[in-house]
């Protein structure tokens, strides 16, 4: 268990919808990252936070969008779900700034969209 | 853009053999990362590798960087049936923040 929590576990939503994944960072940790893993595209960082301010952006799609809460968790949301939207969706989170500190990976959310 | 190579993508292997992984990238990076992956669960973190020469080892596992040739390596000895699973390479893309360019990973079954 790394101590990084995401919620839901398990999400099913038809295409069209909009949902939101929850990432609760390990305790201390400042820095969230949020990655996509599909079996055609493999593992994909998708945008990074650090102390509630974005600092980097990779493959993430203008539907989706993310945030960092005062208390250090973030949420990404999806919209417009397509198909190929399903996935794993991870979260990760790290001590300080991205440079540093090594990142811990949460349990995931499988987010299937039908 | 970094890029991140692995060999091979699948790996069948009897108990008891030995076998390496390679994990090539790209462009310069002084971190590099092992992480194991079972089915349907998150990733596990197997070694931090911090600087040339770097050899970590835990239990059958045993990893490796050469910073100069842009290579690291994830060497199986003896391997048992408990260490099937994937296993994925991850670089440190210092140019976009730090984040992970993952490799697309190595499935590893040891047959009994």
């Known amino acids: 268990d790394s101590g990084v929590t995401q919620t839901p576990k398990h999400l099913i939503t038809a295409t069209g919808q909009r949902v939101t994944l929850r990432c609760s960072p390990r305790?201390?940790?400042?820095?969230v990252y949020w990655y996509q893993q599909s079996l055609d595209q493999g593992l994909q960082f998708l945008i990074q936070?650090?102390?509630?301010?974005?600092?980097a952006k990779g493959n993430i799609l203008e539907r989706f969008s993310a945030q960092q809460f005062p208390d250090l968790h973030s949420e990404l949301n999806l919209s417009s779900l397509e198909l190929g939207d399903s996935a794993l969706y991870f979260c990760?989170?790290?001590?300080?700034?991205?440079?540093?500190?090594?990142?811990?990976f949460g349990p995931g959310t499988r987010l299937t969209v039908t | 853009e970094l890029k991140v190579e692995q060999n091979p993508l699948f790996l069948s292997m009897q108990e008891g053999k030995n076998y390496t992984i390679y994990c090539n990238y790209s462009?310069?990076?002084?971190?590099l990362y092992w992480y194991r992956q079972d089915p349907g669960k998150s990733l596990e973190s197997l070694f931090v590798?911090?600087?040339?020469?770097a050899v970590k080892q835990e239990g059958r596992l045993m990893a490796s960087l050469d910073t100069k040739a842009r290579l690291s390596t994830l060497h199986i000895t003896a391997a048992v049936h408990d260490l099937s699973a994937t296993y994925f390479c991850?670089?440190?893309?210092?140019?976009?923040?730090?984040?992970?360019?993952f490799g697309a990973g190595t499935i590893l079954r040891v047959k009994s």
């Open positions: 990760a989170s790290s001590v300080g700034p991205p440079s540093l500190y090594e990142q811990y």
């Open positions: 305790s201390g940790d400042l820095s």
């Open positions: 936070y650090y102390n509630g301010e974005e600092r």
């Open positions: 462009t310069t990076s002084d971190r």
């Open positions: 590798l911090l600087s040339n020469g």
């Open positions: 991850a670089v440190d893309d210092k140019e976009y923040g730090n984040k992970l360019v």
